[in-house]
């Protein structure tokens, strides 16, 4: 079946730029993640939708970052006015889980999208 | 002190020898773990999950959980060259912690033929 999937795959920015990243969970799946990760790196947690609602974003760095999911499927990840610190791979995950909140369930990975932000 | 902590590495070991990867964490009332594994220029895949002291045994691998020492181990017997990738610890914290994953920084294993 299909898994989560992320666009654009690349995204070169100039400095100052809004930009905006899409991400398709896979069907029916509760519980959707929003992580950045730099080279070298694991992913740090952005923030938190179960269904429509966001749940917890207090992983977002600033309040040039902004993300929903206003149906409970599809997300985006806006990013105001990009700087150079914000180049790096921004990675979508969702889990089944209804409940949990996905604390205990299986999160599924997309490809990431790379940002680079010149 | 990082929330979850992991040696980086790189851990050289020989085909078909056993992968010992180790992390810590520092929330004791951390619920469960998971171990991730992630190539290069990929995303992370899940390799396995823990949630009980013990170990749990998945084909090679096995996970082990000592919540009194705060700590999470992967085995990986046989290991082969298509093992070669970062492993990445994650603990999801207590309920009061949110909802969000901290993932360490992970561990490089280059498993030489």
């Known amino acids: 079946g299909a898994g989560v999937s992320q666009s654009p795959r690349y995204k070169v920015a100039k400095r100052g730029q809004d930009v905006a990243l899409r991400c398709d969970p896979i069907s029916g799946h509760v519980s959707l993640f929003w992580y950045q990760q730099a080279l070298g790196q694991g992913p740090e947690f952005l923030t938190y939708f179960q269904n429509e609602a966001q749940l917890d974003k207090s992983g977002l760095p600033s309040d040039r970052f902004f993300a929903e999911r206003p149906e409970g499927s599809v997300s985006t990840l806006k990013i105001q006015r990009t700087q150079k610190e914000d180049s790096a791979v921004y990675l979508c995950?969702?889990?089944?889980?209804?409940?949990?909140?996905?604390?205990?369930?299986?999160?599924?990975f997309g490809p990431g999208t790379r940002l680079t932000v010149l | 002190q990082k929330e979850v902590e992991q040696n980086s590495g790189p851990l050289s070991v020989p085909e078909g020898a056993i992968a010992s990867l180790n992390c810590t964490y520092s929330?004791?009332?951390?619920?469960?773990f998971f171990w991730y594994r992630q190539y290069s220029g990929k995303s992370p895949e899940l390799i396995m999950f823990i949630y009980s002291n013990g170990d749990k045994e998945d084909g090679r691998f096995t996970a082990q959980l000592n919540k009194a020492s705060q700590y999470v181990s992967l085995l990986i017997r046989d290991s082969q060259p298509s093992d070669s990738a970062t492993y990445l610890c994650?603990?999801?914290?207590?309920?009061?912690?949110?909802?969000?994953?901290?993932f360490g920084a992970g561990t490089r294993l280059f498993v030489k033929a």
């Open positions: 995950a969702s889990s089944l889980d209804p409940s949990g909140g996905g604390r205990t369930d299986t999160q599924y």
């Open positions: 994650a603990v999801n914290p207590d309920v009061a912690g949110g909802f969000k994953t901290i």
């Open positions: 929330d004791r009332g951390s619920q469960s």
